[in-house]
């Protein structure tokens, strides 16, 4: 997906040759977090916070009069979520960089994320000393993700992946079942009564599996599907 852990970007104080200060917003639900940022970010002289925010309506109404370079956006905040705030400004604001700031792990978030254009989606337990860093990154055109989110990334499209070449064979979610009960050594016979099915229906299931995987016998299934990844 293009993404590099934040862990790896090598510190540095330098900005983008057109930039003075980075501009950054902050745009979260907790005034107490609010506040830590700010303070953690005024103590880097290449780094500005130009605004606050407490939740998405009012980012937008900001945005919409002033300019920012990176914005920090949480994603549980009343109203709008932050992953509605992100699809919005990147339609609006397409040279804005934006960083997931947030709690949550979660898997369908960071996949959505990921698809809303997001610059970097890391966790609030990022160290005081790599979220300068990440910020910088992304100014230079980087794209960051927690070191903690990356295998569950990767093993979400690992599964789309997969999921899609099922449906590109056409198999059904049963006949993966056949399949997986064939590789555990089920006869015809085990077969039918797993899925109670008549004998004559249990060979032409497995007709019908051979014939979309394009084998000819019923080891070569389990070998085709097991090459796939999908047993």
């Not at 880097?44 to 998405?56: H, M, Q, T």
């Not at 997931?100 to 609030?124: H, M, N, P, Q, W």
């Not at 399949?179 to 109670?196: I, S």
């Amino acid at each position: 997906c293009g993404f590099l852990p934040a862990h790896r970007r090598r510190r540095s104080s330098a900005v983008a040759d057109d930039h003075g200060q980075i501009r950054v917003f902050i745009v979260d639900d907790h005034p107490v977090v609010r506040h830590g940022l700010h303070s953690l970010l005024a103590g880097y002289s290449d780094l500005e916070v130009v605004g606050e925010a407490g939740d998405g309506a009012e980012a937008l109404s900001w945005l919409a009069g002033n300019e920012a370079d990176v914005l920090l956006l949480d994603i549980q905040m009343k109203g709008q979520s932050g992953l509605d705030v992100a699809r919005r400004l990147r339609r609006s604001h397409p040279s804005l960089r934006i960083v997931i700031l947030t709690t949550y792990d979660d898997e369908t978030y960071v996949r959505e994320a990921l698809e809303a254009g997001v610059s970097g989606f890391l966790l609030k337990s990022v160290s005081h000393e790599r979220l300068p860093d990440s910020i910088r990154a992304v100014m230079r055109g980087e794209k960051l993700l927690s070191p903690a989110l990356i295998s569950t990334v990767v093993a979400g499209y690992q599964q789309l992946a997969q999921d899609q070449a099922v449906r590109e064979v056409g198999l059904t979610a049963e006949e993966l079942q056949v399949l997986a009960a064939v590789a555990e050594g089920a006869g015809n016979k085990d077969l039918a009564e797993q899925f109670f099915w008549s004998e004559a229906t249990t060979k032409r299931r497995l007709q019908e599996i051979m014939g979309k995987l394009g084998v000819s016998s019923r080891a070569q299934a389990v070998a085709e599907a097991a090459r796939r990844g999908w047993i």
